[in-house]
């Protein structure tokens, strides 16, 4: 049994979400709930994180979570989600054990490449993964108010709103946004051509940007960085490489 199937459902039961919760007995051993069929691990993923156990978990856990929804993701081995299961079984409350900032990027849709399902994680989207003051309240509402343990940023290699930054493109309320990207161009130490179409570059200005995002975070969130002291939150970057499926994490 993987750590996502220990931490996510074992041991839950809840007889009025009427489905089916893997035991903590063993890879082998199930307990069947309201009827539902038997189901094979890796084969659905039918709950939702409960309260008890997004609580019982330390940021560090939190993360090995994550890191192993993405070795799923990249063995090709996902959850088979159960999504109007888990839809049901969060309808009442949620109880998320992170929250992503990420990029817009169509080609990094966070839930599928970290393998977590509905109630899981929150996430917040926006081109270049920059904080700005309502993504900083996002994050603080997300921790804070509802309990999430792990901010993880990612970044992603082949990032358009990187390049856009290194080439200073304008365009209406993008300008701004790139303007908030270009400190990560300019701090970025790089041997060789510093351009917009040498893709080491560009990546090299992603993980900038991401370590620049978690600075700004623990800077300019005190709730967050209290959090953090505390030892409640943990504020992690990372680089989601495109080619390959890779979440690198950088703590
Ligand atoms: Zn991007």
Redesign the pocket.
């Known amino acids: 049994m993987n750590h996502q199937d220990e931490s996510c459902c074992a041991g839950a039961v809840d007889t009025s979400r009427r489905t089916m919760l893997t035991s903590t007995l063993g890879a082998a051993a199930f307990t069947v709930i309201g009827g539902a069929s038997w189901l094979l691990p890796g084969l659905a993923q039918a709950a939702a994180l409960t309260k008890d156990q997004r609580d019982a978990m330390t940021p560090d856990q939190v993360v090995a979570m994550l890191k192993d929804g993405n070795q799923r993701f990249r063995a090709g081995k996902m959850q088979g989600h159960d999504y109007l299961a888990q839809k049901r079984a969060s309808v009442a409350g949620q109880y998320p054990a992170a929250v992503i900032l990420g ?3 169509s080609r ?1 849709p966070t839930e599928i490449i970290l393998d977590t399902g509905i109630g899981e994680t929150f996430t917040g989207r926006v ?3 920059i904080a700005n003051d309502d993504l900083l309240g996002s994050l603080e509402f997300a921790c804070a108010l509802a309990g999430a343990k792990v901010v993880l940023v990612m ?2 290699t ?5 390049k856009g930054a290194i080439d200073g493109a304008k365009l209406g309320n993008l300008t701004g946004l790139l303007d908030k990207i270009r400190p990560a161009v300019d701090a970025t130490q790089f041997s060789g051509e510093r351009s917009s179409k040498n893709d080491a570059f560009v990546d090299a200005v ?1 993980a900038t940007n991401v370590r620049h995002t978690v600075d700004e975070i623990r800077r300019r969130s005190d709730v967050l960085a209290g959090l953090e002291k505390d030892g409640k939150i943990k504020i992690v970057g990372s680089m989601y490489h495109l080619m390959g499926g890779e979440v690198q994490f950088y703590a």
């Open positions: 990029c817009i990027d990094a081109a270049g993964n970044g992603h082949a990032c358009g709103a990187i992603a």
